[in-house]
C-alpha cells in the first residue's frame, strides 16, 4: 500500500463492519489492497480485530483499523498487531492532531509508549532502531477530517510532521454543516476540495469515500486512498436481490 501511494497509483480500500475474519478474507481473495476495520462503530473486541487482520494478511492484503476515541492504548494497540495503520475519527483541531500524533508516532516524531514485544515488533526478534524507523516511516497516522470545525486548523494539520494522510467523511461532515446523508450538498464538496488541497500542498496523502462511478473523479482529484465499499451493503444487496427475483414470481 505504501509503495503504491509513493508511486502516485489508487490504493483501493473497503470497508468491514462484520466482526470475522471471512469477510476481511474473501476481500483480499477479491484483490482489494487494503480492508479498513471499523472499531467506531462496530463492537469488536480486539481479539476479533486480530483475527480478521490475520484472515486478510494471509492472502497479502494489507488492513486499517479506525480506532474508537479515548484511550491512547486505543491508538497504539491496532499498531502492535501490525495493522498497516490507524485512522482516527473526528479530529477537530490542531491540538487533536498533534495528541494523535504523539501517541502514533516515535521519538523524535512523537511519543508512542515503545514495546517491540508484540507482531510488529517481530515479537522483540526486530532491532529497536529498525523497529522505531519501520514504525514511523510505514505504519499509516490517518486522521479524519468530517466535521466543519476541523477547516479552521485545516491547513495547520496538513502541515503537522507525523500526520501521513487527510481522509475526508462525506457522511459526518454533511451532518456537521446541518444536511444529513445529503453529502452533495455545496458545503460538503467544498470542503472535499480543500482537504485534497491541504493534503497535497503539504505532501500528505488524500483519502475518502467513493463508489465505481466516482473513482475516476477523485482520483483526478488527487485522492489516492478510497473506500469503495462495505461488507454490510455487499450483503444487504445480494440478499436483497434474491428476495425481489422470487418475489416476482409470484410463487
Known amino acids: 500500500m505504501i509503495e503504491k501511494l509513493k508511486r502516485d497509483e489508487l490504493v483501493t480500500c473497503l470497508k468491514i463492519n462484520i466482526t470475522?475474519?471471512?469477510p476481511t478474507e474473501i476481500a483480499a481473495m477479491c484483490g482489494v489492497d487494503c480492508v479498513w476495520l471499523d472499531?467506531?462503530?462496530?463492537?469488536?473486541?480486539?481479539?476479533?480485530?486480530n483475527k480478521a487482520m490475520l484472515g486478510a494478511k494471509?492472502?497479502?492484503t494489507e488492513v486499517i483499523v479506525r480506532t474508537p476515541r479515548g484511550a491512547?492504548?486505543?491508538?497504539?494497540?491496532?499498531?502492535?498487531?501490525?495493522?498497516?495503520?490507524?485512522?482516527?475519527?473526528?479530529?477537530?483541531?490542531?491540538?487533536?492532531a498533534k495528541e494523535v500524533v504523539y501517541y502514533t508516532k516515535f521519538h523524535p516524531?512523537?511519543?508512542?509508549?515503545?514495546?517491540?514485544?508484540?507482531?510488529?515488533?517481530?515479537?522483540?526478534?526486530?532491532?529497536?532502531?529498525?523497529?522505531?524507523?519501520?514504525?514511523?516511516?510505514?505504519?499509516?497516522?490517518?486522521?479524519?477530517?468530517e466535521d466543519v470545525e476541523a477547516l479552521e486548523d485545516l491547513d495547520k494539520i496538513a502541515a503537522l510532521e507525523g500526520i501521513d494522510m487527510l481522509f475526508f467523511g462525506p457522511a459526518d461532515f454533511s451532518?456537521?454543516?446541518?444536511?444529513?446523508?445529503?453529502?452533495?450538498?455545496?458545503?460538503?464538496?467544498?470542503a472535499r476540495k480543500k482537504v485534497v488541497e491541504a493534503?497535497?500542498?503539504?505532501?500528505?496523502?488524500?483519502?475518502?469515500?467513493?463508489?465505481?462511478?466516482?473513482?475516476?473523479e477523485l482520483y483526478d482529484m488527487g485522492f489516492r486512498f478510497v473506500n469503495l465499499g462495505a461488507d454490510v451493503v455487499a450483503l444487504s444487496s445480494y440478499f436483497g436481490n434474491i428476495i425481489s427475483e422470487v418475489k416476482k414470481l409470484g410463487l
Open 20 to 22: 470475522d475474519n471471512i
Open 39 to 49: 472499531m467506531e462503530h462496530v463492537a469488536a473486541d480486539y481479539s476479533q480485530v
Open 58 to 60: 494471509m492472502h497479502g
Open 72 to 96: 491512547y492504548s486505543n491508538l497504539t494497540r491496532p499498531l502492535e498487531m501490525d495493522a498497516s495503520g490507524v485512522m482516527v475519527p473526528h479530529v477537530m483541531s490542531y491540538e487533536d
Open 109 to 145: 516524531i512523537g511519543r508512542r509508549p515503545l514495546d517491540g514485544g508484540n507482531a510488529d515488533g517481530m515479537y522483540c526478534m526486530l532491532d529497536q532502531d529498525s523497529y522505531l524507523k519501520y514504525s514511523n516511516e510505514e505504519k499509516l497516522t490517518i486522521i479524519q477530517i
Open 175 to 190: 451532518q456537521s454543516v446541518g444536511c444529513p446523508e445529503n453529502i452533495w450538498n455545496e458545503k460538503t464538496l467544498e
Open 199 to 216: 493534503a497535497k500542498a503539504h505532501g500528505k496523502y488524500a483519502g475518502t469515500v467513493g463508489g465505481t462511478g466516482n473513482v475516476k
